[in-house]
Structure formats: structure tokens, C-alpha cells
């Protein structure tokens, strides 16, 4: 298995990752695998977004956004 090895990690995110780790139970690398397995995904996902076809709603989506909040504002939870 490759070997990655990361230099200048400030001292307050190593401290964070190494409480991180204790509190879930595993190592460091595996927080840092996660973290880095899900950064690749978002950045895979963001691609294939651009990728798309734009979508013709008719209407300015500020306008839908503006309508819903209004509607949201107007209906007490």
C-alpha cells in the first residue's frame, strides 16, 4: 500500500485530529483518510455538476427562492 506522509500540520489541526481520533475510537490516518475520501467525492461530485446541462426554470431563481422564503415566513413551525 502507498505511503503518504504530511509535512507542516499546524499544532492546534493536529491536536484536533488526534482528540478526533480518540473520541471515535481510531487512528489519526484513519480520520485523515475519511476526511480526504470525502473531499475527492465532493470534488468528483462538483465536476460532474458542471457538467450538466443547464436547466431553463422559466423564471430567475432568486424570484423561486424569494416565493418559498415568503411562504416559509407565513407558515409558523
Do not use: F
Not at 15 to 37: E, N, T, Y
Amino acid at each position: 500500500m502507498p505511503y503518504l506522509q504530511v509535512r507542516n500540520v499546524p499544532e492546534a489541526m493536529h491536536s484536533r485530529l488526534r482528540s478526533r481520533a480518540r473520541l471515535d475510537g481510531c487512528s489519526m490516518s484513519a480520520i485523515v483518510l475519511a476526511a480526504l475520501d470525502r473531499e475527492l467525492d465532493l470534488r468528483d461530485w462538483k465536476a460532474r455538476l458542471g457538467e450538466r446541462e443547464k436547466t431553463d426554470l422559466g423564471v430567475d431563481a432568486s424570484e423561486l427562492l424569494a416565493e418559498e422564503r415568503q411562504i416559509q415566513d407565513l407558515d409558523p413551525v
